[in-house]
Structure formats: structure tokens, C-alpha cells
């Protein structure tokens, strides 16, 4: 009989000693390093008499452990009515070991109201500040009278488009502070009761954890200096980090896209972790903060869109770059977005220029629209 290491298999050291995980099973056991080294020699269809004297141990404690290993499942054998389980992750091979483990070890978390020992600890412990802020920080206090949001709703959803081309115009102070305040700032607040009040912003928030917080890159927005700033969301304010022209600079921590360089302003999305961690403690939660940061980028386009700017989106740029630009750590604050905005560039008629043109012959040539397999 031969056996074979099924794919896509981790290792990882915790207190309790050296863990190894099946992510698609979402087995893991505690064992010692012998045991990797024996599915390293199974990484092959393998028979155990020639693994055992290829790792240097008797066959008998080699058929023991192999067994054991094969009803855990991490060796498939050679007579499974399914043969090589692993084939099935073709489709996650580009995403290499850690976008396979990411989301396999996170499928069908049980859903648990919080527990009497959480609500505890979050009751009585110091809970993290719903605010972020830079109390010595010069500010630039944003204006009130902001620009009206009465664009109809379908010419705003239908209207919205990934821009890259930006005219070298300012973004007028209203509207920039318009767009800050509709997007990042404070709707209302909640009662939740014994864990106090809770912020509403108009995106929604995974638990009402409001975990992001906005940095903001400024170039060319009308009297406000260029500078890196922190969006203080309780005083609608820029708080001044970094003072002077960054945007070259970000460009290229974002793979020099035209998206970034030619915008007026820039935000970079940031994740202060123990907002949510410190009520969801399922590893899960990590799928609620990247779908929060997505939550907040659309709301970011179509506010965009209905002020007559033009936003951009990408998740390409150097994370410990982009950190240390704004001044976080990366572990307690960690980047995960950039949006920018920007007046669209026209043509010499007035035509919204766009990277891509309309769909034509030639692509949808190129295109499959059918779903039958060869």
C-alpha cells in the first residue's frame, strides 16, 4: 500500500508545542517534529517499508504512526474510492499555503452569543477607546457646511467607475470634507447596554466594532496643506502626522499606479485590531475586518461618485511601507486598503477619459461566456 501526504498541510509552534493542520479537514494535532518529517518523506506516494528506512526507524512504530496519520487525514492512501483528496484544492494553488489555511481553518465557525466569562472581561476590563486620535497633533478642522448628497440614487450606482486618470484641478475643501464626513465620520450612537455606547457610521460594522480607522495622503485639496494626516473622527478634523507632499512616495508603495499619482488625496485604511479581537475571538473575525474595510470602500465610490470625483481602490501596495508612512506598527494597526479620489480627466470634447474602453468584437472574442468544459 502507498500513502501520500495530502496537500496544502501547516506547521505552526504555540505554547503548547509543535501544531500541524490540515486546512481543508481543519484537523490539528499537537506532535513532535518527527512526525513532519515523516510526511516529508510521503510528500510522493510512498509505501511505509521505504519511508521507514528513509527516515531511519523501525517499520512496525512507522506503520503505527502512519496509520494514525492516514485516519487523521493527513496521508491519503492509495485504494481511497477518492484517490488524491488534495487534486480537489486546484483551484487555491496560486494562493500558495496561506490563502488555502486562511480560509478552510475559518469555514463553519459556530455562531456563539458571548459568553458569560467575555461579557465579563469586557464589563469590568478597561475596553479599547471607540476613538483614535493625536491629542498634541496641529488639526485642521474640517468645515460643517458640506456639500448637499441629492444626486439620485441610480445615476450615483450606475454612474460609478474605477477611476485613474485625474486632471491636475484641487478637490475643493466642501467637498473633500463632505465625502470624509459621510464615509468615516459619526452617524449616531447605540445603547448597547452593559458594553456602553456604540458608533454608527453609514457603512456597517461587523458587531459595531468600527475597527478602521482613515489616514489621509493630501496633494491637491483646496486650502488644506499637503501632509499625511489622521482623520479624528470625533472632531471631524485632519490631525498632522507628516507635513509636506507624500504622493510620489505612496505611488510607489502601491506599485505606481496612475490611481494613486495622479490623485488629489489618498486614504489608507487601517485596522486597530483589539477593537475587534477583543469581542470576537474566532479567528473568523479576520474575514469580518476585510469585509468591513470592503463595506466602507464602496460607501467611499458612491459618495465619491455622487460629489462629481472619481475613486480608486487597491489592496496592491507594501504594507510595512504604507505602516511606516503613516506611523503604525503593523501589528496592533495594521493597513489593509487604499482609496483615492481625484477630478476625473476629460477629453478635448469633455468626455470622461477611462483607462478601458467599452466592451468590443475583439474582446469578446478573447472572453468565454460558456460554461461547458473541453
Known sequence: MRYKSVEGIGCAWNADGLLVKNPVTRTTITTEPVTVALLHHFREWNTVAQAA?????????VTEAVGSLHSLGFLNSEDAPDGD??????????????????HFMTRDAPFV?????IREELTTELPPPLFKDYPDADRVFLPRNQTRLDAP???VLYGRRTHRDFSAEPVDRETFSTLMGAVFGLKDFIDAKQFGSLMLRTSPSGGSRHELEAYVAVSDVADVSPGIYHYGVREHALELIREGDFRDELTLMCNS???VGQAAFSIILTSVVERMSSKYRHPRAYRVMLMNAGHLGQTFALTATALGLGPFHTAAFSDSGVEGLIGVDGVSETALYVLSAGIPRTDERGRTVFANPPMSLASSRATRFDTSRD
Open 53 to 61: 528506512k528513509e527516515v531511519g526507524y523501525d517499520e512496525e512504530s
Open 85 to 102: 483528496t488534495s487534486s480537489s484544492l486546484g483551484p487555491w494553488r496560486p494562493w500558495s499555503h496561506e490563502g488555502t489555511a486562511f
Open 113 to 117: 452569543e458571548t459568553t458569560d466569562q
Open 153 to 155: 440614487y441610480g445615476e
Open 257 to 259: 499606479q496612475s490611481g
